[in-house]
DNA sequence: CACCAGGCAAGTA
DNA sequence: TACTTGCATGGT
């Protein structure tokens, strides 16, 4: 796409990566849904602080202690369930080895992930594209927001059919949908905040779309 | 003060 | 199938 080349000229070379391993990924994946991403850190750290970011102990951590320590990251109840099914599954189905439930093809490891409770398309995408390493485009908030406003795609379309349209213009690259989703992040960041900042988003002029005018 | 942030599942009609 | 609602903290 030429949007992709567009974003690339703004931003040069980002190497995004949201985690230090496939578990911290994983983890971030659950906590970030519906969540700015700085409350998410705060959630991580105090996991790390407190020894808790592995496998072994997030089974050994009550409901209760796991939700304090992730508070944060708000929806702690919600989502201290949902990081207890992805251990769970993990442990009960691959004796708690991420490496071996991530080495699947991705269309299995993509069904597996969708059938635990708690992680739908976006958050099992996320895991595949940044834990597991497969090629699959993750479509988030931002990327729907951003397409809709530039007039390539309507916003209520479904999520495999943003998904579909990155895939079918671009080829299966890992680092490419890396970049790519990295470059949409920070244009929601940086230029959808507010409509001075959106004057200045290189994706303005897109399909004729102007930038919004003040009214 | 109000509003929003890198969703998802369960309930309702 | 297609809405609607609950979940919750921290930043602006």
């Known amino acids: ?74 929806y702690f109840n919600v989502k201290a369930r949902r990081l207890k099914n992805f251990i769970s599954f993990l442990e009960s189905r691959y004796g708690g080895s991420l490496k071996k439930m991530l080495h699947q093809d991705l269309d299995r490891l993509r069904t597996e992930l969708l059938s635990i409770n708690g992680t739908g398309p976006e958050t099992a995408d996320s895991i595949l594209l940044y834990a597991a390493e497969k090629p699959i485009f993750v479509v988030d908030a931002y990327t729907k927001r951003i397409l809709s406003r530039h007039g390539v795609m309507p916003y209520e379309k479904s999520y495999e059919e943003f998904q579909k349209l990155f895939m079918v213009h671009l080829p299966l690259d890992v680092p490419l949908y890396n970049q790519y989703h990295a470059m949409l992040v920070n244009v929601g960041k940086d230029f959808c905040r507010s409509r001075p900042l959106c004057a200045s988003c290189p994706l303005n002029g897109w399909r004729g779309v102007p930038p919004l005018k003040a009214g």
């Open 1 to 74: 796409m030429r949007i992709y080349r567009r974003l690339y000229r703004h931003y040069g070379d980002l190497k995004w990566w949201p985690g230090e391993s496939p578990l911290e990924v994983s983890v971030g994946a659950i906590l970030t849904q519906n969540t700015a991403w700085s409350n998410v850190e705060k959630a991580i750290t105090r996991l790390k602080e407190a020894r808790s970011l592995s496998v072994k102990a997030l089974v050994r951590l009550s409901h209760g202690r796991l939700a304090r320590l992730i508070k944060a990251a708000g």
